[in-house]
């Protein structure tokens, strides 16, 4: 893959969790990193990426550059998981940005819900039963409740901006904080209340969250 995409590549940046801590001196690292340098790629992170109950380097962002002068990386610490973010910041490309993005989704409503409920009440899947085998029945069956499905859930494109996120209201952006100091709190504990506690913290977040930007798109 690798043979493929330097070939047909001049900037490449492959990051990830390796399994590989970089603050020691392994044959497992020496093997990795002569591997990836062999297409021009160096490891960039060196500070350190999971504490919990260890101090590793196991994330790292490796690029094709020899102008080490021409980016940045630095740890982000986002309270999502025991691993840190890592955020590379490269001085000398330009990104064209947009305005305005179209996304495509389907509304989902009490209307459309009860609209798949008589449609699929007034089909009689006769078709379905007249097969001998399970798996022309089962796609048949299939393709009858996606169209009803696709019918009463229609795509509809919407043009959002980027920088729009009216679902992010004030209240979830301090629970955003909060969850961000109890994680900093919880990483360096041995107390497993404080951490259950995080957790807790954070699925009840995602649950809100996930409420807020439903409500959201359905209403556009």
């Known amino acids: 893959?690798?043979?493929?995409v330097s070939r047909n590549s001049r900037g490449l940046i492959i990051c990830g969790d390796?399994?590989?801590n970089f603050m020691e001196d392994t044959i497992h690292k020496r093997i990795l990193n002569s591997l990836l340098a062999t297409f021009g790629l160096?490891?960039?992170v060196d500070f350190p990426t999971r504490?919990?109950?260890s101090i590793t380097t196991i994330d790292n962002i490796f690029i094709n550059t020899v102008n080490h002068n021409s980016f940045s990386v630095y740890p982000c610490i986002n309270g999502l998981s025991d691993h840190d973010a890592q955020i590379i910041v490269l001085h000398d490309i330009a990104i064209m940005t947009y305005e305005k993005q179209l996304f495509f989704g389907r509304r989902f409503?009490?209307?459309?819900?009860?609209d798949l409920t008589i449609k699929l009440s007034y089909e009689l899947w006769e078709d379905v039963l007249s097969y001998n085998d399970v798996n022309m029945s089962f796609n048949k069956s299939l393709n009858i409740y996606l169209t009803i499905f696709y019918s009463s859930f229609p795509t509809k494109?919407?043009?959002n901006s980027s920088s729009s996120k009216s679902w992010l209201t004030q209240g979830i952006r301090i629970s955003c904080i909060n969850k961000?100091?109890?994680y900093l709190i919880s990483r360096h504990s041995l107390d497993q209340n404080k951490k259950i506690y995080y957790r807790r913290y954070c699925k009840v977040l995602a649950e809100v969250i996930k409420?807020?930007?439903r409500k959201y798109y359905n209403n556009l």
């Open 1 to 4: 893959m690798l043979n493929l």
């Open 18 to 20: 390796f399994n590989i």
């Open 42 to 44: 160096y490891p960039t």
């Open 51 to 53: 504490i919990y109950n």
């Open 109 to 114: 409503n009490e209307a459309a819900i009860t």
């Open 157 to 159: 494109a919407v043009y």
């Open 180 to 182: 961000r100091k109890l």
């Open 211 to 213: 409420l807020a930007k």
